[in-house]
Structure formats: C-alpha cells, structure tokens
C-alpha cells in the first residue's frame, strides 16, 4: 500500500507535482498557506487539513515545498507545525522539505527532527515549472541514507534525475551549486544578446550559429528566444532566484570565500526587483544588464 | 571540378580543417610561419609555396586561419601579403578568414580586397580542436552573400552549423557574441565547483544532479568533468580566449556599452596568463577564480 502524503504548498511547482502523486494512487491531505489555491487537488481527491499539525498526525509523510526560509520554519517549528505535534500522536515519521533553503536549517531540522523519532530530509528541486509539468525535475537529496532509500518511490514519480547528496543540508549545498552556475550564465546570454543588438547583427541568425556549439546551454536555448519575443513571463521568479543568491552568498561567508560571478549576478538581479520586475521571470535579467551597459558608458 | 585551395595556418585548427579539404580532393597549396608543422599535410598531398602572395597568384581561394588580428593584417597586408599580388596575376578571388580576428578588420579587408576584385570573407568558427577534427564546427559567415553562397561546398567539408550573418565584419562580431556568451558561463560553472567543494560535497555527484537541468551548458558537460579530473590541458588556449574577450570589449567600447561580466572575465582570464597559464585550456580559470575566492576573503 502506498504511504500517505501530507502536502504542503501550492505555488507553481507544488501544485504540478502533488498532482503527479494523486494521479499515481497516493492518498493525500493537504495544507497551504492560502486554502483557495489548494482546490484545484481537493478536487482531484485530496483533503483539507487545517495546519501542518493535523497533517503529521495523520499522513505518513509529509513533504513541503513553499516560498522561503523562514515559510519552512514556520511549517515545522511554528505554533500548528509539524514538529509541535507529539511523538506519540504522529504517525509521520518522514518528513521532505522541497523548497529552495538554508543548508544551515535544513541541518538544523534533521537535528530536531531526530531527537523527536522524525527523518528529515532536504529535497530541493530542478527544472521549472515545466520540469515540475512533465516530471522530469532533478532532485538533489541530503538527510539519512536509510530514509532516501524508503521514500525513493515517491521521488520517482516526481523526478527525473534524483540523487542522494550526502548528510543533511547537501540537498540545498548542491541547489546553490546550481544557482550559483546559473547565475553567471544568464549574465553570459544577456551580454551575449547584447553584443548582438548592438553591433547591428539579427540575434536570431547569431543564437542559430552559437547554440549548438560551446556557447551552448540550457539558458540560451530556453530562455533567449523568450527574450527576442519580449516575453518576461515567469518560468521561475525573480524573487525567488533573488532569495537563492542571497542564501548562497550567505552560504559563501560562512565558508570564508567570495564569488564574484555570483555577487555580480545578485547586484544585477536586485536592480531587476528595483524596477519593478520581482515577479517576472529570471530572463528579465536582459533588460537590467542592457540598461546597466549604457548608464556605466555614460559615466 | 574542385576549386584550388591556399591554405595559411596549421595550428591545432588549421591542420584538421585542411586535411577535411585535402581529402575530399581539393588541390591544396600551403604557407604556413613554420615550416615543419606543414609537414603532415605536404605527405598528405598538399604542396608548398614560399608565401601568401604566390599561394594567391595559383590558387582559386585562399583560407586563413591564425593567431591574431596582426597575423591577419600580415597576411594580407604585409609585403609578400595576398594583396600584394597585382590582380591580373592573381587566380585568387576569393579570400576567407577563418582566424577569430576584429571585426573592423574584416571590413577594412573586404574594402581594400573589393577594390583588387578580391571578395573577402569573415568565417571565424566555434567547436574546438573536437569540431575541427570531426568536422562539425559552427562557421559564422560575413562578407558579400554572393560569395558565401559559391564557396559553400567548402564550408559544408569543414562544418555542420554554416551561417551567413550578414555584411563584412559580421561573422567576427557572431563570434564575439560567442565568446561573451561562454565567457560568464565559464565563472559560473568554476563558482559552482569552487562551492561544491568548499561545502563538502562530492562535486561528481553534484555533476550528476545539475549538469541535465537548468544549469546545464557545454561548458559544464565538456569542461568540468577535466577540472575535477586535474586535467587543464588545451581544447582551447587561455591566451587566445584572452585575445577574443580584448577584442570584444574594444568593440563594445566603440559601441559605447561596458558588460560587466566580460569585463570580470578577461580580469580572471588575465590572471590565469599571469600565473603562467597561457598555453592551459580556458578550463584553467577554475584555478584562478579559487585562489581570488580566498585572496578576497583575507582581504
């Protein structure tokens, strides 16, 4: 029999992905911050529970995926959640945060989480809300081995590529490697783009040329034509990838080393969120850096 | 019958390039700086001549492929340059540059050869030594469309992305689009092992989860896997990258525009020549960008 899944979260990826498990036979209840957005799945056969609390009680595992760090605080160490609910009356015994967050508290929830017979494991996701689509989202896992193990039946339904990292917090340490990457690479397109604007070349013949080839990467293919068609609509928002490059330069003081690509990236990005564009999507990022290469000259 | 091909330029590009036309049955006559590193090819067929200017006086094309933009201006400015054959005694006429040169250059080329009868092209290319020996090299086309569409044939031996993008120069602005691109990309993937190994995770596992996702790039599929293996041995040199990225920021201030990221590149790239490494491959920033993640930590 299938455990039964305490979902938390229902923004663009949770949603997509708490539906692959009901359509796949796993009984599951639910709660989220704002009830409404959670009917879509009450539909599909979900229920409604009233706090994360409710929910331990009475699932097998609980997985989470919501907005920020201190979302995922409240949800375990909040008045109504998870790790407020006694021992004895919980029948959860496997918790999954899938949000993007600290390395630190994800350590420190596997720590509470033990001391109270709860595995706690870091889950942070790849691969958008399209990944989130089709199923095929990378998953990078940090916590007990054991617990990966055990619940790697219900990683599969939602993942594509799904890896165990290391002890707790090596799922997020590994998310911020890749936001890190993807920091400097936007900044690559963008000034690529830009380059080609300017020097009077059709950036569509030039993405045809450089795409294929060792200028190559997810970015340029997914995110420059979105750019060439004006189209800003968020496949991942601003404010979010802001929020990872804070948590990994954070992550980067803590370990005494500064990454300049990386703190580049977040000035830019922050400039976006100044004029109003936190809630498009990371490829907006074009419209700051253009603006950017001609104040600088101005100068 | 196959046009006669002169041939400059047997570095590690050049020779692969010209054996591809060699093979394919091209009469194929070649001048290169040193001698003995035409040797290979002169087995294979091809025949010497003393200069530029008497390859072009036998031969229906010329095809370049060098170092540096000065290379470039000596081949066919200099005293027994391509030019220097008066036009009634030259066969040549048609001249591509595959060299990554300036693209100010390649007009002025293009000007003072239309002035000769002699119609130049700007054909720099991307792929690496792997594209150049397999042939599968993306070729970034400027000059006259009249011309690129009668020396097709030989582009199709040597590539598989061939592109004509537009008037004279335009092919070497393509190909700093290129560079820009892969130069930010090239931070981000370094920032991301650097990360990956200061946290303490295991950077080939962490490959495995982000290198199919978002953050993936060619860079990432083809350079970090030799960055974790020691292995810094030239696909492609540091000191012509450094080359490429001084030659598009010299661009972009002619065009009034500063990017930052390329600016940050060359920064590091410069680096790396300091420390010796010009004749590494340009995975070799990976070095450069840890010593000034710790460097700027002490600080």
Redesign the interface.
Known sequence: MKPSVGWIGTGVMGESMARHLLSEGYPMGIYTRTPAKAEPLLKDGAEWFENPRALARHHDVIISIVGYPHDVEEIYRGESGVLSCPAEERQCQIAIDMTTSR?SLAASLYQEGSQQGLSFLDAPV???DV?AKNGSL?I?VGGAEETFHKVAPIFEVLGG?I?F??AAG?GQ??K??????????M???C??????N?????PE??L???S?????????T?LAPRILRGDMDPG?FVEHFVKDMEI?LQ??ER????????T?AKE?YEAVIQSGGGKLGTQALFDA?DS???R??VE
């Open positions: 390395p790849s691969g958008g990944g990378s990078m590529q890896k990292q290391g090596s340490h590994t911020m490697v890749n936001q890190t990457i993807i920091a400097s690479t900044i690559g397109m000034e690529g783009l830009i380059y080609a300017r020097s009077g070349l059709n013949v030039v045809e040329s450089v294929g080839g060792a200028a190559g990467s997810w970015s340029l997914n991942f990994a992550e980067c370990m005494g080393i500064q990454l300049q690509g990386l580049l830019l850096v950017m290469s001609r600088d000259s």
